[in-house]
């Protein structure tokens, strides 16, 4: 055995000194000759693949060729499946640590669900429903082993801003849910595209600063649509914009009939409980259980204290304190499938509506995945989540379930409570389930005041006042795109105050690609490396040669006329500066394109007439470093032979070759 591997070694070596032989014949081939790039449907089905067996477990599946079929079989679920893996190594002290924090997640679940649900203008079964099965199919399909899934806050926001203006939710509640149901299904359709065509990196174009502004003012919407749960008002708008909410609000403070003080009271008095509670769990850890109990505590003992109010009121409309009255179902999620609507006006407006939830949820699913996974040392699969979810969210448009995505808030519970692994989200979906078929007779008198409290709850841990003071500390135009998102959701609409936010952030990619992304380079001494003159002063410039490096990704139609511009007014100004000489002292022009990875025909066409313009003032154009893309469309529109083929594997090598001697020591 040490013999061969001395052969292999030896072997290697031997390789190694011939390709050192031969060095300087083989590195322009190296360049100008690399393979063929994949073509477009390559990239798409080796996208797809790698969605669905990430790269450590695709080779080993292809590594049990030989053995088994029950192992390649083993392997295909596991591919399918992450949870499977997490079951190799799983023992009893994991699964009661997963018990017990899908009880508690359960116990914290339950009432928040519920709150969601009439945050979205829906019954509160649809909570409780959304709670169960979207959870399952995730903890199945996903690669993370923290995220809990459930009705969002945010999500529920959207959704009832912006179905509510199709259908009003308390004239018309059929309709209403079943449009719910087919944005539902939507999102899922636009999640799993995100997923197979491997668009999940799309969340990051959706910039940190536009997230924490329209985040916070989500926030400040999700808080004014409580006021009407909190107040017991009967008759309130369904915008969330700041004017409308507080019209509504002081126009129903005015004629006390239309609101109970009792409602205020009571969901008030919860709130500060729940703040409390959350308090000093912050304060003392051991006390930490006492803010995960704290919203079901309340919800019992507040329905009890409805319960002792209302019990001499014959009619429900003459309770003092509004309760959530009877809550329909007992079993399982039960079918909606052909309560999805396809046909008619609101196709058009739905599939806008989905489009925007699945980027919003996506995003803050992606978000909450990656600082958990950060935490336990591990990475996620973007896509992966991505594909899960919308698998998650069509599944469970058909079984009476909205928009599910991952919350912040249960995450923050699971992970605190010791979870293992995603067996956790299987606990608490099932206790849900056996509370909703054993306790929803008891739900009738849960105030709506204190669903309300739940929710305002939450609203804190989406404003994030710190990290805004940073952005506007560090990058006043990112800080422009968070004002922009936050004053738009708060003054107009969610839709507005997303689409200002994205347009700033891409007002700001423009303006900066546009600008011409070069740095003249010189040779750091005593290195073979080079760099910026104006970021490393010692830097030395090459006598009659101009190296500049192209800093752009994208030679482009936006910034390719500015790159060509103000290279030859670079070579230009030289010329001016040696006191009128009409010889310019610059004879060679060498880009470094290590940083350009793809180009289009306005910068292959820009840099033609580069070519152009500088052959007609004696100065040759070499280029250094060029990446496969760009070599390659470089040569397609016979670019490389334009220059006579003085196309190098890097700026020292370059200038060598440039200079036909070997650069002295500097």
Known sequence: MVASNTAIVSCTLEELMDIEKNVQENRALWVLNPPEPPCMLRQFFDNIKGTLFPRPNRNRFFTLRNQSTP????????????????????????????????????????????????????????????????PLIYALLASSREIVIGPATVDSLLISSMIGKLKDPIHDPI??????????????????????????????????????????????????????????????????????????????IKDQQVWHPCNFIIGFSFLFVILFTRFLGRRKRKLCW??????????????????????????????????????????????????????????????????????????????????????????????????????????????????????????????????ETMVSNIVMALTVLLSFKCLSGFLYFTPKAVLAAIILSAVPGLIDLNRAYRIWKVDKLDFLACAGAFFGVLFASVEMGL????????????????????????????????????QYPMAVKIPGVLIVSVKSAWLCFANAFLVKQRIERWVTDDQ??????????????????????????????SLVELNKNLTSHGVRLAIANPRWQVIHKLRLANFVSEIGGRVFLSVAEAVDGMLGAKMATV
């Open 576 to 605: 001016e500066a040696e006191h009128g000489k009409e010889e310019n002292t610059f004879k060679i022009v060498i880009l470094d394109t290590s940083s350009l990875m793809n180009i289009d025909t306005a910068g292959i066409a």
């Open 290 to 419: 006492l803010s995960h109990i704290a919203p079901l505590l309340s919800v019992i003992v507040s329905s009890v204290i409805a319960y002792r109010i209302n019990v001499h009121e014959v009619e429900v409309k003459d309770y003092r304190v509004e309760v959530l009255g009877p809550i329909k179902g007992s079993s399982f999620n039960p079918s909606s499938l052909y309560q999805l609507q396809f046909d008619g006006k609101f196709v058009g407006p739905l599939i806008k509506i989905g489009l925007t939830i699945a980027v919003i949820s996506t995003t803050e699913a992606i978000l909450i995945g990656r600082l958990f996974a950060s935490l336990r040392g591990y990475n996620i699969d973007a896509n992966r989540e991505v594909l899960s979810l919308g698998i998650m969210n069509i599944i469970g448009s058909f079984t009476s379930c909205y928009v599910a995505s991952g919350s912040i808030t249960r995450t923050t519970v699971n992970y605190n409570a010791g979870s």
């Open 175 to 252: 309709s209403y849910t079943q449009l719910v149901f087919t944005a539902t299904f939507f999102t899922g359709i636009f999640q799993v595209a995100f997923g197979l065509f491997r668009f999940g990196f799309l969340v990051d174009y959706l910039s940190h600063a536009t997230i924490v502004g329209f985040l916070a003012a989500v926030a400040v919407g999700i808080g004014l649509q409580q006021l009407k749960g909190l107040f017991g008002i009967v008759k309130f708008t369904n915008k969330c914009n700041l004017i409308s909410v507080m019209k509504a609000v002081f126009t129903s």
């Open 499 to 534: 689409v200002i936010g994205i347009t700033i952030s891409f007002a700001k990619i423009i303006l900066i690609s546009i600008q011409p992304g070069i740095e003249v380079v010189g040779k750091l001494p005593g290195t073979n490396a080079f760099g910026d003159v104006e």
């Open 71 to 134: 192992k390649r079989v083993y392997a295909l679920l596991k591919a399918l499946f992450p949870i499977l893996a997490s079951f190799q190594n799983y023992n009893a002290h994991k699964f009661k640590c997963d018990f017990l924090a899908g009880l508690t997640l359960a116990i914290f679940a339950i009432p928040q669900s519920m709150g969601n649900a009439t945050l979205a203008q829906l019954s509160p079964e649809y909570g409780l429903y959304t709670g169960i099965v979207p």
